[in-house]
């Protein structure tokens, strides 16, 4: 059952619990000392939570047996990769075992000929594609996290990244899922084809972040690499030109791979801490990629560009060297930190609009700032209107930090209201609980939580976190 505080626990029930562990798991692979527990207590948000102790398992059976101990010590389970994440998924905010999927970090298979790779859920997107790369595939979801955040975290939020404008989001190339689920039991979903009879379980468990059951294997489809990858650098003194070029090239019909766009506050911090140079007039910056084959690549580059000077482009520039083209990326992907150089302490959120509301969402934004008195950048992958609204303030200042996070909700409402939602990739968690009431009825949480119950009856995993405690409840009920 839901537990509504952390418990401590008697010396006596540790030295149980910790005896039925390690009959499992090897005993260097069971945390329960305070100073090993210390860094499983958080993620990248202000949520923390103590837990009773923290497993690494290596096998899905393993994760299987720590389940079963689990329910017979009446502890709550939560899963976690490399704990980036920014909603507090991963953040064992009731106690109880920590499953720590880091261990399972093998490359099981790579199968060139299907466009294949099976790999732990632990692998990191970095460690896949530097296997992958000189054999000239990839694996296109990237989010910015991506040296570090794990496959299994990819498929918990279904993560995207820069590239999902022209290549899609995680669950576009998953095939298939080994999981582990509460009871113990260990399924396979989906598989090595293209599609398969039944529910699609697959698709059900990529997003529904470490509530139903634990993905430990995954089945991915990898691509080959584009023949060539061209990369623009538009400057503009106007972030309303830079949302209008955006909603010109997808009304266009061209296809680029890459559409990001940077502007105001947080422009002008990565200007100072990346050294680019850019002029006081510029306010907002589009990174765009074209790639494919080569023979194609300069008439949609061509195309491109003359939208750009359409919209008041100040100035172009074709990266002409990997080096030139990963500086642009390294100022991109260090956006968060350059902006929150400013204040100790930085919240963030991550909203969606449709793609022609993003000239209006970038104006909502500023206002949401200056009403609110506060920095408010943003950064958006701007090709699936995907904007990362970013406010740094001081935690010791409370006025400040309820500033901050106010500025953030109102974020929420401005993109619901422009048709959009309230993430576009990193999950609900802990921290966008109240937003679901936002974009779902009573009804239609109340139905996703009973879903959730249908894997989870006794509330064993991440039972606290996405909704509502008051359609937590009303499902139990129901299903009492």
């Known amino acids: 059952m839901l537990k509504e505080t952390i418990k401590e626990y008697s010396g006596q029930y540790m030295q149980s619990l910790l005896s039925q562990l390690h009959q499992v798991i090897p005993p260097e692979r069971v945390l329960a000392r305070k100073r090993d527990l210390l860094v499983y207590e958080y993620d990248s948000t202000p949520y923390t939570g103590k837990p009773t102790v923290v497993v690494l398992p290596e096998s899905a059976e393993e994760v299987s047996h720590v389940f079963k101990i ?17 909603s507090g998924g991963p953040v064992p905010s009731l106690g109880g075992i920590v499953l720590a999927l880091s261990r399972m970090d093998k490359i099981l298979e790579i199968d060139l000929e299907n466009r294949r790779a099976v790999v732990q859920a632990g692998v990191t997107n970095q460690n896949l594609q530097d296997v992958l790369n000189p054999l000239g595939f990839w694996f296109p979801p990237d989010p910015g996290s991506m040296s570090i955040a794990t496959i299994g975290g990819h498929v918990g939020e279904n993560a995207g990244g820069p ?22 039991d260990i399924i396979e979903t989906g598989g090595y084809v293209e599609d398969t009879p039944g529910y699609d379980l697959t698709g059900l468990l990529i997003g529904s972040e470490g509530t139903m059951g634990i993905v430990t294997r995954v089945i991915v489809r990898i691509s080959p690499m584009p023949e060539e990858t061209v990369t623009v650098l538009a400057l503009l003194n106007s972030a309303w030109d830079s949302a209008e070029i955006v909603s010109e090239i997808i009304r266009s019909g061209l296809n680029p791979s890459v559409l990001e766009m940077v502007e105001g506050r947080m422009l002008e911090e990565c200007n100072d801490l990346f050294k680019l140079e850019y002029p006081e007039s510029v306010t907002a910056q589009l990174i765009i990629e074209v790639d494919g084959e080569k023979e194609g690549i300069p008439f949609e580059l061509e195309a491109i560009m003359d939208i750009c000077r359409k919209h008041n482009a100040q100035y172009l520039k074709i990266a002409e060297s990997a080096e030139e083209r990963e500086k642009l990326w390294v100022a991109r992907r260090g956006t968060t930190a350059a902006l929150g150089r400013l204040k100790p302490d930085s919240a963030e959120n991550d909203i969606v609009v449709p793609r022609s509301q993003l000239p209006r969402l970038v104006e909502k934004l500023k206002e949401i700032g200056i009403r609110n008195g506060v920095i408010l950048g943003v950064v958006i992958h701007a090709g699936d209107g995907n904007a990362h609204p970013q406010v740094p303030f001081d935690g010791k200042n ?9 500025a953030l909700w109102e974020a929420f409402e401005a993109a619901v209201e422009l048709g959009g939602t309230i993430s576009g990739e990193h999950g609900i968690g802990l921290e966008k609980i109240e937003g679901m009431r936002l974009i779902f009825s009573p009804d239609e949480l109340l139905l996703m939580r009973r879903l959730k119950l249908v894997f989870d009856p006794q509330e064993v995993l991440n039972a606290d976190k996405m909704f509502p405690r008051d359609i937590i409840e009303l499902a139990r009920e129901a299903t009492s």
Do not use: I
């Open 163 to 184: 590239h999902c404008l022209k290549y899609g989001v995680t669950a576009n190339h998953v095939m298939g899922l080994e999981v582990v689920l509460p009871n113990g």
């Open 70 to 86: 689990a329910r017979e010590f009446d502890l709550p389970v939560v899963p976690r990769g490399a704990g980036t994440s920014l």
């Open 398 to 406: 409370p006025a400040e930090e309820r500033a901050a996070h106010q």
